[in-house]
């Protein structure tokens, strides 16, 4: 994912820093340690970018959250359905176990998406001192 530094996609998909991109926001890089999966680091320890810019700021990203949870319900249905050729209650089940396994990453690219709608790259912040 080196190819994509300094884009808005390293950092969602990385959950890097969205302003230096050098250091995870999260605690924990596995997102199934349930208990961390979003715990989050105050600042960034590379170029001080406070995370939670505000009260609740994260609460957005449930917004977020929405259309990513869609994107992976219709991946589970064309792969079930379509390709394998399953029933639909075959394919409501791999649906719903799709919901409940990746639950956590969706969790974590939502937060991820928002907070790279308030904040963007800066190459400056980005080099390594």
């Known amino acids: ?8 996609l390293y950092s969602i998909f990385t959950g890097t820093c969205p302003v230096c991109q050098n250091e995870s926001m999260y605690r924990t890089q596995n997102p199934y340690k349930l208990s961390q999966t979003l715990k989050m680091h105050e ?8 995370y939670k810019i505000e009260p609740s700021f994260f609460y957005g990203a449930m917004y977020v959250s929405y259309p990513v949870g869609i ?8 792969i079930t359905y379509l390709l394998f050729e399953a029933t639909l209650t075959n394919t409501f089940i791999a649906i719903i176990g799709t919901m409940i396994v990746f639950m956590p990453v969706i969790m974590r690219i939502s937060r ?5 709608f308030f904040m963007k790259y800066d190459p400056s912040k980005s080099k390594i001192t």
């Open 1 to 8: 994912m080196g190819f994509l530094k300094g884009s808005k």
């Open 43 to 50: 600042r960034c320890s590379h170029c001080d970018t406070k």
């Open 71 to 78: 994107a992976f319900a219709t991946a589970a249905f064309v």
């Open 112 to 116: 991820n998406i928002w907070i790279n």
